[in-house]
């Protein structure tokens, strides 16, 4: 078996069991109330580190560069109430013309 | 036709094009770094996780050991054990039908059924999933055919495009949780330089450990 395809049945088969494993066991039944309180809060604090990574991440370094740019352009478009495609629109332009640039 | 489902194809549609051609640019990658036209596609069903297989991918490129390839990515979608355990008292059906469900799940699909409250949507998560599988599965198989013919998705600006959309599903849960948002992102940025990738997302779900202290403080 090649490298490659070792990776994907061992990458794959983890993933969906990493994916799984709660709604197998825990599936249908409500959690309980205190930890409910801490799941509602899971959303931001992932979404935020998400944000942070996805703009300021580089493998294990953290960079600026033009993507900077169109997160702030979607942070404008946002605050001025633009719906999300146009906000995506907005981004990948601002950053796709901050890197013709140069930046 | 399920409302909520109906409500999940329309909040999906702008992540479906950025989706598929991150799609096109995993299926070039992985291309490159010699795994082949076929073993690309079926990661991006069995594994539809994108962050975790473009690591596999550039590690096996850099010639750096299927062990090597397998801890980054598995590391990478370990969020999805906290990410699972927060939707699974929301998937119905039995044991089959919540193992397939769970495998929709991707940040994307995660953050658009959210409710905001703790609650998630069974049906936009599944009209999502449905949507974004085929968008990552199809620019997959078009970037392992038509490999370097394509423009590079980070000309177009494509790369911003997911931290962009990231916002917009975060400031409509933001209120009354910017401890933890605000956490989330501090512990990802302080520990990208000093740990593996993966760990900072992982740890930045303990953030919400500490938003529920701050909690009773950002609410009034």
């Known amino acids: 078996m090649s490298a490659a395809w070792a990776v994907v049945i061992v990458v794959g088969l983890a993933t969906m069991s990493m994916k799984a494993v709660g709604p197998v066991l825990l599936g249908g039944r409500p959690l309980p109330v205190r930890l409910t309180r801490v799941v509602a809060l899971a959303g931001p604090a992932l979404l935020a580190a998400l944000v942070a990574i996805n703009t300021f991440g580089s493998g294990r370094e953290l960079v600026l560069d033009a993507r900077v740019v169109g997160v702030a352009a979607a942070a404008i478009a946002l605050w001025r109430r633009a719906p999300l495609l146009l906000v995506v629109a907005i981004a990948a332009a601002a950053t796709a013309a901050a890197r013709a640039v140069g930046a | 036709m399920d409302r909520t489902f109906r409500d999940g194809l329309r909040a999906v549609a702008p992540f479906a094009v950025a989706v598929a051609a991150f799609g096109v640019s995993f299926g070039v990658l992985a291309r490159a770094a010699g795994m082949g ?13 994108g962050s975790a297989q473009f690591a596999a991918a550039a590690i096996l490129g850099e010639g750096g050991g299927v062990a090597a390839a397998v801890a980054a990515a598995v590391l990478l979608n370990s969020r999805y054990v906290p990410i ?7 998937l119905p059906g039995g044991v089959v039908s919540r193992f397939l469900r769970a495998h929709l799940v991707v940040d994307e699909t995660w953050a658009l059924a959210a409710e905001g409250d703790g609650r998630y949507d069974p049906g936009v998560l599944l009209a999502a999933g449905l949507t ?6 199809g620019g997959t198989l078009a970037g392992v055919l038509l490999g370097d013919v394509l423009p590079d998705p980070e000309t177009l600006g494509l790369d911003a495009a997911f931290p962009a959309l990231f ?18 992102a ?6 990208t330089p000093v740990t593996p990738v993966g760990v900072p997302i992982v740890a930045a779900a303990a953030a919400t450990l500490l938003g529920l202290l701050g909690l009773r403080e950002d609410a009034r």
């Open chain 2, 37 to 49: 036209s076929v073993a690309p596609v079926v990661m991006s069903i069995t594994t539809f996780g």
């Open chain 2, 84 to 90: 699972g355990v927060t939707v699974a008292p929301w």
């Open chain 2, 132 to 137: 974004l599988l085929p968008a990552w599965v």
């Open chain 2, 167 to 184: 916002l917009g599903l975060l400031l409509p849960q933001v209120r009354g949780k910017r401890v933890a948002a605000v956490a989330g």
């Open chain 2, 186 to 191: 501090a512990i990802a940025l302080v520990l």
